[in-house]
């Protein structure tokens, strides 16, 4: 198959695994009120296993993007794949709340940071052109996770225990992901020199890994990553538990993190054609500054309709906003060194993912109620748009031709 035609492939297979691993992970906020009923672990404690993935996740991005950098992402998604079954299943078998923590918390994060930098990377060497489309539809596959992973998972936690639902997980994880991580190649653009022709190729050439860490671009994405993902954690996470405190049963409110999941299908392919068509930075700044809106809105629902107005409404604007954390950082730092850069960013994503799951359980077991969370969220979510207003492309003009070759 011609290069041209394999990327969609790639962007197919990197879907579907991103599918799989975020569902994986994200089965937790589903399996959290069972968890602490089934075994007298508090909601603070189980949500902790949450945050300590995200940690894990943090700590592992940089390594894993960097390892994809030297070796390909194919052999770096395989090992992921592997390691996020085997860390699932034996999370199912935890006795004590600190091996929950560590086998689901730093396991399954570790895990997944394996498939998202590297994918991310990948898919991005492969564009040239509508590159902001192709990671959208990647991380569009990804969404799917509240709408398959999610009703699933709360399917087989309404007629088996919680243990038997993990497990089950696992296999399908196993099932699924290690065939699918055969298919995952390494751009073409790498595996030529590329020609210097140009100032904008000078100045890749000429970049060191360490101008391109000390760079402020990459600072900033870095801020910005931390305080965006810092604004969705919590509603992410505590979403469902959040309704069923309202009185919604479970089976009801997991449709609402599936409502959430579906409208994000449509902001990420929304973001990803702006994106392309009126350059990642703007569009992202516009995404950052909905977001915060989103998120204040859920402080002032209680019935159901009302979150799936506010669960659509924020399921949208955050799906959309995130891929574009990848475009810019292709656009401004060579390939060769891309999986280090968005593992990076990456890192910083997941120290803000960390936030929400462990301050939204102390909020909910110390007030009876997650209205702070939702207005921590939303000024978390200004910070971002502000950071944001501040970069500036690395190489000039950058900003302003990237649209342009889309078309």
């Not at 790639?10 to 994986?24: E, K, Q, S």
Request: proline fraction near 4%; charge should be positive; charged fraction near 10%.
């Amino acid at each position: 198959m011609k290069p041209v035609s394999y990327r969609w492939v790639i962007v197919g297979a990197g879907g579907l695994l991103g599918c799989v691993a975020i569902g994986g992970m994200f089965s937790l906020p589903v399996f959290l009120l069972p968890i602490a009923r089934d075994t007298g672990w508090s909601v603070t404690g189980v949500s902790t296993a949450m945050t300590v993935g995200f940690l894990a996740m943090a700590l592992a991005s940089v390594v894993w993007g960097t390892m994809s950098d030297r070796f390909g992402a194919r052999g770096v998604v395989l090992a992921g794949s592997v390691l996020l079954a085997g860390s699932l299943a034996l999370a199912s078998r935890a006795t004590s709340l600190l091996q929950f923590q560590i086998l689901f918390g730093g396991l399954v994060g570790t895990a997944t940071a394996a498939i998202f930098a590297p994918l991310m990377a990948c898919v991005t060497g492969w564009f040239e052109t509508q590159r902001s489309l192709a990671v959208s539809l990647v991380s569009a596959g990804m969404g799917m996770a509240p709408m398959t992973m999610s009703p699933f998972a709360a399917w087989l936690v309404s007629h088996h225990d919680w243990r038997t639902a993990l497990l089950v997980i696992a296999g399908v994880t196993t099932g699924v992901m290690l065939p699918t991580a055969l298919l995952i190649r390494r751009p073409p653009a790498l595996a030529v020199a590329q020609p210097v022709n140009s100032e904008g190729a000078d100045a890749d050439a000429a970049m060191s890994m360490n101008e391109a860490l000390r760079s402020p671009q990459f600072i900033i994405l870095l801020l910005t990553n931390f305080f965006c993902c810092a604004t969705h954690s919590g509603p992410i996470f505590h979403t469902v538990s959040y309704a069923i405190s309202c009185g919604i049963p479970m089976i009801t409110a997991v449709t609402i993190y599936s409502v959430e999941g579906f409208a994000g299908l449509f902001g990420r392919l929304a973001f990803g054609v702006l994106g392309d068509r009126l350059g990642a930075k703007r569009v992202l700044v516009s995404g950052l500054l909905l977001q915060a809106l989103g998120a204040l809105a859920y402080y002032f629902v209680h019935q159901l309709a009302g979150f799936y107005a506010a669960a659509a409404a924020f399921g949208f604007i955050y799906s959309g906003a995130m891929p574009l954390y990848a475009v810019l950082a292709r656009e401004n730092f060579p390939l060769r060194m891309i999986g280090t850069v968005i593992g990076g960013t990456t890192m910083a994503g997941s120290l803000g993912m960390a936030a929400g799951p462990v301050v939204g359980g102390m909020i909910f077991d110390r007030l009876g109620s997650y209205g702070w969370l939702y207005l921590g969220s939303s000024a978390m979510g200004l910070g971002a748009f502000l950071i944001a207003l501040t970069f500036k492309p690395r190489l000039a003009g950058a900003a302003e031709a990237a649209p342009a070759s889309a078309h």
